[in-house]
């Protein structure tokens, strides 16, 4: 695993008692370790856990001309200091290799810290719900020191919930950034299915609806980029990807909107309030930290996914006008003002 006692867990977390058993809470840390897993590839999770355990990882690669690297379809170089230098000459976020014979050694200390302090704040607030009630033989206790202890309401558990949600998201966020540039996330299938979306990245998908940067976000829209992604080329026609690509400037930008957006109302529909990850559950939590404004919260949500949809149809309807322009027709005109067709004026009551 890739936390091994109570200490590591205390200075993970801050909260957990490093005397406590760890056998209680181990199960715990393995289920959630595992679907961190399912998040960023088994793969580089078991390099990450060996790595927290003084192993390096080793990684086949390309040699193009004695000095570039290249993983997948990335060139990259090494410099003198062991930082990993891509091929559009950024430094890569935290990642150390060293190149022997045709292999390279790696190591990412950033991303084997947040995958450790995402792991922590789960299993920790999954372990004290679970230990909120006493489980005992003849049923469940709650034992309280009238004098010193008292049981917390249901609002402040719920408040106690989201703040470790909110490390646990922030965590993930950290780790998906510093696994962007490390070769071993460019071999998995949640690397390759970005490479294939028009919205690469999750500064391109910060910028285009004004969201705060998260990669984690842009990891779990994936999907539903992807599909977006499908409707949008269906609604342009033949040779989007090219189309789209080649033209650039406004032409991508309203396919890029149109698809960012459409993404966003999919998730929203198809996932609970509770599952979206912070940066969008925020927008829409009910006043007080309770639940007795639940409906009112819900209501908002149904008014913003509306409000995205109208925002997506803007930017396809642009998107095809600007096509048909650069296709040779008529210059294309705004949509919020309608032709002024002097055989198509009516009124309506």
């Not at 990850?277 to 949500?301: H, V």
């Not at 803007?314 to 309608?338: I, N, S």
């Amino acid at each position: 695993m890739i936390i091994k006692n109570s200490e590591e867990l205390r200075n993970l977390t801050g909260s957990y008692y490093a005397n406590n058993d760890f056998s209680k809470i181990e199960s715990i840390l393995m289920s959630v370790e595992d679907e961190v897993a399912q998040i960023i590839g088994r793969d580089v999770m078991a390099s990450l856990v060996r790595e927290s355990e003084g192993e390096k990882a080793a990684l086949t690669v390309e040699t193009t001309d004695g000095q570039t690297l290249k993983v997948t379809d990335r060139e990259f170089t090494i410099d003198s200091d062991g930082t990993l230098r891509m091929s559009d000459n950024y430094s890569a976020y935290g990642v150390i290799g060293r190149l022997e014979g045709d292999t390279i050694v790696l190591a990412n200390a950033r991303a084997v810290e947040s995958c450790r302090q995402a792991v922590a704040y789960m299993a920790t607030m999954r372990f004290y719900r679970l230990n909120d009630i006493s489980h005992e033989n003849a049923g469940r206790k709650v034992k309280i020191d009238r004098e010193n202890e008292a049981r917390p309401f249901e609002w402040q558990l719920a408040r106690d919930d989201r703040a470790h949600l909110e490390e646990y998201y922030r965590a993930l966020d950290r780790l998906m950034e510093a696994l962007q540039d490390d070769p071993r996330f460019w071999l998995t299938q949640a690397y390759k299915r970005q490479t294939g979306l028009i919205v690469r990245d999750a500064d391109s998908l910060a910028y285009l609806v004004g969201t705060e940067p998260s990669p984690w976000l842009y990891q779990r829209l994936l999907p539903y980029l992807d599909e977006s992604q499908r409707f949008v080329a269906k609604a342009y026609g033949t040779g989007f990807r090219d189309d789209i690509m080649e033209a650039g400037g406004d032409m991508q930008h309203a396919a890029q909107m149109a698809v960012a957006l459409g993404a966003i109302a999919l998730m929203g529909r198809r996932t609970s309030l509770q599952t979206l990850p912070y940066g969008l559950m925020k927008i829409f939590e009910a006043d007080g930290g309770g639940n007795r404004k639940e409906q009112a919260a819900l209501d908002r949500l149904d008014s913003y996914l509306k409000h995205l949809s109208s925002q997506q149809h803007y930017w396809l309807e642009e998107m095809k006008q600007l096509r048909d322009e650069r296709a040779g027709a008529e210059q294309p005109t705004h949509l919020q003002m309608p032709e002024n067709d002097q055989h198509n004026k009516f009124m309506r009551l």
